[in-house]
Structure formats: structure tokens, C-alpha cells
């Protein structure tokens, strides 16, 4: 998707590349950092959330923008602010929306079963950014290897060789055998 801001800020050759979607003025970087949060939402909404909060701290801050950037990928919730990625309520809201989010969530999020369960229900790759734990918990394995089954890789030694959990990973994705640990597979 290609999205086109037009402001009228210096002339056309201060034109800069920001992103290799986004083309921003050069002047308007700077005044990025002091546009109001309603200007900076209708911008993250038409497809520039990752842009608007590496420019703007308060929009790292504001759930809207966030939850906007999220939604349009490219690991935004990296750029939230420390308060939202400890924030076991957005953080839920954000994994259901990419499961690959949880990596940016605090490490104690990263270990609660509720948020982890959310994240590989929707992508289960994101077992890998799942604490240690929860890596050897049957239940978000399984959840994890439903969705997807490469994402045996990242479970348990112990759980690579339950056969209920090895069958479920080979039955969604056959190639996912070669994560299986060997006395699964007698």
C-alpha cells in the first residue's frame, strides 16, 4: 500500500524519502514532533502508524495511534511507549490484533498465560517470544501448534516429544516433523 501526505512545507526539492512507503516533506519532520494527537491518528489511520510514532512521543503514547500502527504491521509496537508495553489490558488488545507483537511486550507479559495464549492463537509463531515457562505449558503449545505448526521449534524439549502435541503440529503442517524430538516419533 503507497501513501501519499501532501503538505505544503518547503519546496519540491526538499523532498526526502522517510520509509520506502512513506514520502514526507523535509520541513514536516520536524514539525511531525509537534502535531496535534487528532492530526497524528488521521495520519496513522491512512496508513503511516509505524512513521507518526518514530516522529512523535506522544503519539508512542497514545493508544489509538498505536493500536492504528499495529494493525498495519511492521513490528509498530516496538515504538510504543514503555507504559503500553507493560499494560497487561492493551497489550491482550494488541496481540489479538498481531500475535507477533509480543515481542515487544514487557518481559512479565511475555510470561503471563493469558496474553501468550491470545498471541499464538493469532499467529503461532509467536511462541518463540514466549517466556520459558509457557514454552513447556501443554495448553499454549498446543494453541501455538494449531495455528501453525512450525511452531514446534520454540516448545519444550519435553513437549517436542509429547506424541498428542506432535501429531497436531505434523497434522497442520507435515514438514513440522523435523522439530519433533526422536522418542515422539517410536
Do not use: H, K
Not at 503519539?59 to 514503555?82: H, K, M, N, Y
Amino acid at each position: 500500500m503507497c501513501v501519499c501526505v501532501c503538505v505544503c512545507v518547503g519546496t519540491v526539492d526538499s523532498v526526502c524519502s522517510f520509509s520506502p512507503r512513506f514520502w514526507l516533506p523535509a520541513g514536516l519532520l520536524l514539525a511531525m514532533s509537534r502535531t496535534p494527537l487528532p492530526v497524528l491518528r488521521a495520519i496513522a489511520a491512512a496508513g503511516a502508524g509505524r512513521e507518526v510514532m518514530q516522529l512523535n512521543r506522544l503519539a508512542c503514547a497514545d493508544r489509538g495511534v498505536v493500536l492504528e500502527a499495529v494493525t498495519q504491521g511492521d513490528d509498530a509496537f516496538q515504538f510504543a511507549s514503555p507504559d503500553l508495553r507493560t499494560d497487561f489490558e492493551f497489550v491482550l488488545e494488541v496481540v489479538r490484533l498481531d500475535g507477533g507483537s509480543l515481542r515487544w511486550a514487557s518481559a512479565d507479559l511475555r510470561g503471563r498465560r493469558e496474553v501468550v495464549l491470545e498471541a499464538v492463537m493469532q499467529w503461532g509463531m509467536a511462541l518463540q517470544f514466549a517466556s520459558n515457562d509457557l514454552r513447556g505449558d501443554a495448553l499454549v503449545v498446543l494453541e501455538a501448534v494449531l495455528s501453525n505448526g512450525y511452531a514446534l521449534q520454540f516448545a519444550s524439549d519435553d513437549l517436542r516429544r509429547d506424541p498428542i502435541i506432535v501429531m497436531e503440529a505434523v497434522t497442520g503442517n507435515g514438514m513440522a516433523a523435523q522439530f519433533a524430538l526422536r522418542s515422539s516419533l517410536c
